[in-house]
């Protein structure tokens, strides 16, 4: 009998889970009032799991939203964070709701859940995934713009060490809608173009250097400003050259023109 108690407590004997615990963060901004919760336990690796990912907006006490199904296997992936806060991103008299998730994982990501407590459709879902780079808010011009770069161009033409992303702005529109209005910002592109060139300038014609990347965000801007045959130039120079050379993973010299232009013609830059 003793044995057996021995055995059915040894070190073979299965660990109980973790109890569920639910974290709440509350948020309020005049009128307006947003609950987040989130049930989560301490898994087995250190790292916590988590389900049942919950928000609950309120306009003048009203229940504008409500939905307890947000998980999915990113946002309530072990490591995964998630963040509320209210902001007026919108340009309406209101703040909105604003979740930032983000998903845990090498090179991976930030997502927004948006929640537009008025309006038309007071209690409108956004969601807008913005891959590594995130964001950074800017007020601009009475409104609010969503700064982030093109995530796209990672690992399109080399590493992501090496990949250059170009700079992408959003903003929502009045009918509550994700645009890109980058061609309304080409003060931002313009800058962007500058770091790039940089880049690609203080490493062409370096052993071992792989400029392909910060090349093709360059090129990538330098479309948006209307300078095709800035980038044109620089794409015959560099090729004459030997410049775009590289792993033979991601397109090679003449491929690479050709696979960087077709890119870029495809994402309508």
Not at 84 to 104: H, M
Request: proline residues 5%.
């Amino acid at each position: 009998m003793l044995a057996a108690a021995a055995l059915a407590g040894g070190a073979g004997a299965a660990t109980p889970p973790a109890a569920w615990t639910t974290v709440t963060t509350e948020r309020q901004a005049g009128p307006v009032t947003a609950v987040l919760s989130i049930d989560r336990r301490l898994g087995k690796f250190g790292s916590y799991d988590y389900r049942k990912l919950t928000l609950v907006v309120k306009n003048g006490g009203k229940t504008v939203f409500s939905r307890s199904t947000l998980c999915t296997p990113e946002r309530c992936s072990p490591g995964s964070q998630h963040t509320l806060k209210l902001q007026n991103v919108w340009g309406s008299s209101l703040d909105e709701a604003v979740v930032s998730l983000y998903t845990g994982g090498a090179h991976c990501c930030f997502q927004n859940l948006i929640v537009l407590p008025d309006g038309a459709r007071p209690g409108r879902l956004l969601f807008h995934d913005w891959g590594d780079p995130g964001y950074r808010g800017q007020a601009h011009d009475g409104g609010f713009d969503f700064i982030s770069a093109d995530d796209r161009f990672a690992y399109a033409f080399t590493s992501f060490a090496g990949s250059g992303l170009p700079v992408q702005v959003w903003t929502i529109d009045p009918a509550g809608k994700f645009i890109d209005v980058t061609a309304s910002r080409l003060d931002l592109v313009r800058s962007d173009a500058k770091v790039w060139w940089r880049a690609y300038t203080s490493q062409r014609g370096k052993p071992d250097a792989d400029i392909r990347g910060v090349l093709a965000a360059w090129c990538a801007d330098e479309y948006r400003l209307g300078l095709q045959g800035a980038c044109t130039t620089e794409l015959s120079s560099a090729l004459a050259a030997g410049y775009l050379n590289g792993p033979s993973i991601w397109p090679r010299n003449a491929a690479f023109v050709a696979a960087l232009k077709k890119s870029l013609g495809k994402w309508s830059y």
